[in-house]
């Protein structure tokens, strides 16, 4: 049994050895809703519409193991709200000195948009193949009012801003340059902006638009704001069947869009794994997503998930997402991952290599035999890497009650809607952090800013 180092957050980038049209405001439509338990209805969970999953058991989880030493968060206040719209931040017309590019979709994904009883109005943006948000515009630090810190990452922040054009609040990530370029991070960097540039998709996290100055990068994208499914996990400890079930067939819709565009996600875990206001996950961070077309080399990505083949330094291809979403899944369902050993990267890696998983008495067989087939490391049975490709993981027992085509849609109940209302900057469920000193958007030499010329 782990000690309780498994519950801190998981470092990623630190094991990365490659070097490698302003829409017009609009009114806020609902305040979000206040349930604030993880509610945990029957099987039918997954197949339920949204008007009739109203009477689910409220189950905040404890198991009655060890409680979390770290990063559960408070519980969520109510806060000072306001909604966003199906909108961009709008932009300035000049900036600063600042080299600037974004794009402004007609539309978004939907999901911090409408109530989700009207779900069905997604439909569209939600299963509809990426066309690339093309239209480019220009964002500046004065397009923003900063407010507090949402996440820290390797090279910087994820701030919760405020367009001063629109009133609608978004998260603006900054990445220090020299911090990205010492760490060998500029190509993955690049990547990021690009992936998250080309993809549109109900259960990613929408990109608005990116700019730069002398010292910093920014990717200004939507507030996700129910807080990241980790802090949920280490309060709940573990999810009970049908909740893992719920967030784990949202995943794999997810990896299922990524990997038809070729993108490998590379960086499934629950801490990148943000909450709508509806309870609707969103993957942020895309680091490390790569378009690849076949194989690819590089070890990136979280110790806890890594994949075998990406351990042992093997070529490898998008399974690796879905032997991370066995990983998931487990840590979902225990609230450890299988190859966790006292913290340290060097024995989690033995472990996966040696790829012995125990699995816990409680799981449901059906989770346990998906489990077994995901976490596999021969390539040639492992599920989503087979001729079914994801169609395999989507059949498979364990999601046998998932309406795919509803989910899509968000078209059924989450099992925990975040207390927040929608809309008005309400960050309640994310960590608190001291804040940056440093003054953003300050003139100077950019001796790096010829490394990322599509910022
Ligand atoms: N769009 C968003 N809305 C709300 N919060 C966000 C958003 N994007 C990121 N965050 C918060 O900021 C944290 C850090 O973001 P992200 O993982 O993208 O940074 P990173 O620098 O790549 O981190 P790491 O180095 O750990 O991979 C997230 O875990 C999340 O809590």
């Known amino acids: 049994m782990p000690t309780l180092g498994f519950l801190k957050k998981k470092k990623t980038k630190e094991h990365d050895q490659h070097s490698s049209n302003d829409n017009s405001p609009v009114t806020p439509t609902s305040a979000g809703g206040h349930k604030s338990s993880l509610t945990s209805t029957s099987a039918n969970t997954l197949s339920s519409s949204n008007s009739s999953n109203k009477g689910g058991e409220t189950m905040l989880v404890n198991h009655g193991g060890p409680q979390p030493t770290s990063a559960p968060r408070s519980a969520g206040q109510d806060a000072p709200i306001r909604s966003e719209g199906p909108a961009g931040p709008g932009m300035s017309g000049s900036a600063d000195g600042s080299s600037i590019q974004s794009q402004t979709p007609g539309q978004t994904n939907g999901s911090s948009l409408q109530p989700s009883v009207t779900n069905s109005t997604l439909t569209q943006t939600s299963t509809t193949p990426n066309t690339a948000r093309t239209t480019r515009g220009k964002y500046s630090l004065t397009d923003f009012d900063i407010k507090r810190t949402l996440g820290t990452g390797s090279f910087g922040r994820v701030h919760l801003v405020q367009s001063r054009h629109n009133q609608r609040f978004y998260a603006v990530k900054v990445l220090k340059k ?15 902006r690009k992936m998250l540039q080309k993809v549109k998709h109900t259960f990613l996290v929408t990109l608005w638009g990116t700019f730069q100055d002398s010292k910093n990068l920014y990717m200004v994208m939507d507030f996700v704001e129910g807080g990241e499914l980790f802090s949920l996990l280490r309060k709940s400890q573990r999810f009970p069947n049908p909740v893992a079930k719920f967030y784990a067939a949202e995943v794999t819709l997810a990896l299922d869009y990524l990997h038809e565009q070729g993108i490998i996600y590379r960086d499934l875990k629950p801490e990148n794994l943000l909450l709508d206001r509806h309870g609707h996950l969103k993957i942020t ?24 083949e990406v351990v042992a330094s093997k070529g490898y291809n998008k399974s690796v997402d879905w032997w991370s979403l066995g990983i998931l899944i487990f840590e979902m369902l225990c609230g450890f991952t299988p190859f966790w050993d006292g913290g340290s990267p060097m024995k ?7 790829g012995k998983v125990k699995y816990p008495p409680y799981i449901h067989p059906d989770a346990q035999d998906l489990l077994t087939r995901l976490i596999t490391p021969d390539l040639t049975k492992r599920l989503g890497n087979l001729h079914g490709g994801s169609k395999d993981v989507m059949n498979h027992a364990w999601f046998a009650e998932v309406t795919w085509e509803r989910l899509s849609k968000k078209d059924i109940d989450a099992p925990y809607v975040p ?22 958007g300050e003139h100077g030499p950019d001796p790096h800013g010829y490394l990322f010329k599509d910022f």
């Open 419 to 440: 207390p927040v209302q929608g809309g008005q900057g309400d960050a309640s469920q994310f960590d608190k952090y001291t804040e940056e000193t440093e003054q953003y």
């Open 285 to 308: 961070d895309f680091g490390f997503a790569k378009e690849v077309p076949d194989i690819t080399w590089t070890l990136c990505g979280t110790p806890d998930y890594l994949a075998p």
């Open 178 to 192: 020299a911090q990205v370029v010492k760490m060998k991070q500029v190509e993955h960097t690049n990547d990021e």
């Open 348 to 354: 989690i890696y033995e472990n996966i290599l040696k």
